[in-house]
C-alpha cells in the first residue's frame, strides 16, 4: 500500500525546519536546499507541500503569529482587571524558550519583509493586531474606571504598543538584562502609573 502522507502535518514540520534554519544560521541562509535538508526531505518533495521559497517562508512566519493567536484564545482570564490585562500583555513578550524562540523568527521575517511584498503584509497585519491588544488593555481599564477620565487615549495606546514592542526587541537583543522578571516588574509598573493617573 501507498504511504500515507499527512500534508498539513509535514508543512509544519517544513515550517520549524525553516525556523532553526533562521535561528542557527540566519534568514540569507532559507534557500529550499538547506531547509528540505533540516526538514530531512529532498528538495523535489519539498515542491509538494511548497511551490516557492517565498509560500514556504509566509507559511513559516504566519505560523509564528497563529500559536500566539491560539495562546491568547486559550488564556484564562480569571483575576482583577489589572491582573488579566498584564497576563495579556505578558503573552506577547519572549518571556519563555518557547517565546523566545517565536519572537526570535518573528523579528528576522520582519527585517526581510522590508523587501518582500508578502512578508510585508503579513508583518503590517500582525503588528497592527498588536496595537489593537494595546488598544484593548487601555479601554479595558476604562472601562473599570481605573484609569484617568482626562486620561489621552490615543497617546496612550501608542506608548503601550511602543513599550511592548520595545520590550521584546530588547529582551531579543539583551537576554541577559531584559529577562522574564524585569519585564514583568516593567508592566507593572505602566499599568499601575495608568491607575494611579486617576488620582491626580
Known amino acids: ?16 525546519a525553516a525556523w532553526r534554519v533562521i535561528r542557527r544560521d540566519g534568514m540569507e541562509h532559507t534557500s529550499v536546499r538547506n531547509i528540505a535538508k533540516e526538514a530531512n526531505l529532498s528538495t523535489g518533495s519539498m515542491r509538494h507541500y511548497f511551490s516557492t521559497q517565498s509560500d514556504l ?5 504566519n505560523l509564528v503569529s ?13 483575576g482583577s482587571p489589572l491582573e488579566d490585562m498584564k497576563k495579556i500583555l505578558l503573552e506577547l513578550l519572549p518571556n519563555t524558550d518557547e517565546k523566545f524562540a517565536e519572537m526570535e523568527v518573528w523579528f528576522a521575517f520582519t527585517v526581510k519583509s522590508k523587501t518582500d511584498p508578502a ?9 497592527n493586531e498588536l496595537r489593537r491588544m494595546a488598544a484593548y488593555v487601555i479601554t479595558h ?8 477620565p482626562n486620561l489621552n487615549v ?6 503601550l504598543y511602543a513599550l511592548v514592542d520595545g520590550l521584546a526587541i530588547h529582551a531579543i537583543l ?5 529577562n522574564a522578571k524585569v519585564m514583568d516588574d516593567i508592566l507593572t509598573l505602566h499599568l ?6 486617576q488620582e491626580s
Open 1 to 16: 500500500m501507498p504511504k500515507i502522507v499527512d500534508h498539513d502535518k509535514q508543512r509544519l514540520l517544513v515550517a520549524e
Open 57 to 61: 517562508l509566509l507559511y513559516a512566519m
Open 66 to 78: 497563529e500559536r500566539v493567536r491560539q495562546r491568547y484564545h486559550q488564556m484564562p482570564l480569571t
Open 119 to 127: 512578508l510585508k503584509s503579513l508583518a503590517d497585519k500582525v503588528y
Open 141 to 148: 481599564l476604562m472601562a473599570h474606571g481605573l484609569t484617568s
Open 154 to 159: 490615543e497617546l496612550e495606546i501608542e506608548r
Open 174 to 178: 539583551r537576554p541577559e538584562s531584559m
Open 192 to 197: 499601575a502609573s495608568l491607575c494611579d493617573s
